[in-house]
């Protein structure tokens, strides 16, 4: 039983071991069948903190239970041209296996709420595999709901 509660907060890359925690944790995911299966290069591992410090958009979160890092998002601001209003994307976020359906998920989503707010976002969009059950199962019951679009699509350069 865990014997303080959880902690959601920035990622701060000028850290390291917060650098160290966040790759674990987005290699940790990358390898996940629901990543992809597959390691991350050391290029990405190289290069990623450095990028994602200087892009003006980029905020990471980090769970953290009696100071050990569980989970993690990866959200970038987006920009709604319809509302004229800022939105953020969820792009990345996993939990560790061993951490999973302990709530550490509902307190990322919870804590990238109040950074949307924070941000005065007009809402909070991301991409869910069809065949995550148990992300598309806590993503309704956190209170998302199917957008009303076309199919997503992308063309790798």
């Known amino acids: 039983m865990p014997e303080s509660p959880l902690v959601v907060r920035r990622v701060d890359f000028a850290d390291p071991h917060d650098t160290r925690d966040y790759l674990h944790l987005l290699d940790a995911y990358a390898r996940d069948p629901m990543g992809g299966g597959a390691a991350l290069s050391d290029t990405v591992l190289e290069r990623l903190p450095r990028d994602l410090r200087r892009h003006p958009g980029a905020y990471c979160l980090m769970a953290e239970q009696d100071g050990e890092a569980v989970g993690f998002a990866t959200c970038f601001l987006g920009y709604s041209t319809f ?17 999973r359906r302990l709530g550490a ?23 869910v595999r069809e065949d995550n059950a148990a992300a598309r199962r806590l993503y309704q019951a956190t209170g998302f709901e199917p957008a009303e679009c076309n199919q997503f699509m992308q063309k790798p350069l």
């Open 83 to 99: 509302l004229a209003r800022p939105l953020l994307n969820i792009h990345d976020i996993a939990v560790l296996p061993e951490w």
């Open 105 to 127: 998920a509902r307190h990322l989503i919870a804590g990238i709420e109040t950074l949307a707010r924070e941000l005065d976002c007009c809402r909070i969009t991301l991409e």
